[in-house]
């Protein structure tokens, strides 16, 4: 048993106690991992609800470690953000998302995940336009997401960073949108461009009137706002059709592809249509 601050005795719990050893682990990893090569990303697939093309692609961060096996962003993202490591991690994303999208037609852009840690220490500005100029990308393909819990500190310097990001050309999407908690009036102050809707109401909007309505609502609260909305979770032709009929512009998700590796990308782009 292990003593709980002073007021009584918790019994030892090895479920915690392994999941700590496992992320102390992670962490003393995750450095040599970068340098090994260990880190890749896969990109999935935005296409546009009205015409059916390829317009884009999400990177998303895989970590292929050669004892641990494949390892989840949902694990290591969090251990790098309180570590500091994530900033390297960044560097690295920026880098090899903006070399790959060099190899697809120009209306294709590419989306990079930032952490709210990446705005607060490391210089965002900096890798993001060493990485376009290092690949030649034109910055208006580079689009980046962000988080709303990125938007509760509301600090000048964050603003100041998104200002310049959207001087420079860069598309800015604020991710899983209706999962927290900003303010419309906040958010309309913001050089956004896109909303997108998370998963969750997309999933449930077919059997759940409550969820629909939520996603209907958010799409023309967003085009009064003047944002395009992407849809997050699309797994079949019917949400596909609900979110056409809503006017939504895009949508993300397993029925149209996978997350998967760049040149399959580059094939996908040559499709008539994936609707
Ligand atoms: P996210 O940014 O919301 O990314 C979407 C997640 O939903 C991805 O999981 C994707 O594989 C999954 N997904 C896409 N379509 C569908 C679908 O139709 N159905 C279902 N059930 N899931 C779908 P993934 O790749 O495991 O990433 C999880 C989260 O990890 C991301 O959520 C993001 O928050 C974080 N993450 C991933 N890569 C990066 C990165 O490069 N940088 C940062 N900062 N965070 C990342
Ligand atoms: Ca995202
Ligand atoms: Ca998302
Ligand atoms: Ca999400």
Redesign the pocket.
Known sequence: AKRVGGSGWRAYDPTSALRRARSRLLEAEMRNSLEQGEFF??Y?PQVSLTTGRLIGA?????WQHPVLGMI???EF?SI??ANGF?CD??QF?FTE?CRAATGWPSHVSVA????P??FQRGDLLADIRAALAKSGLAPNRLHV?I?ESILIERSEELFATLEALHALGVTIAL??FGTGYSSLGYISSLPLDKL?I??SF??DMVSDPTAQAIVQAVTTLAHGLGLKVVC????NALQCEMLAAMRCEEG?????G??QPARQVQALSAAHSLL
């Open positions: 990303l896969l999935q999400e990177a998303l961060l895989r989840s962003p949902a993202i790098s953000e994530i991690l960044g994303m998302a990079v995940n930032i952490s840690v990446q997401e988080t991710d899983d997108k998370d998963q997309v999933r997050e979770g699309v797994e993300q998700g397993y029925f149209f996978r997350p």
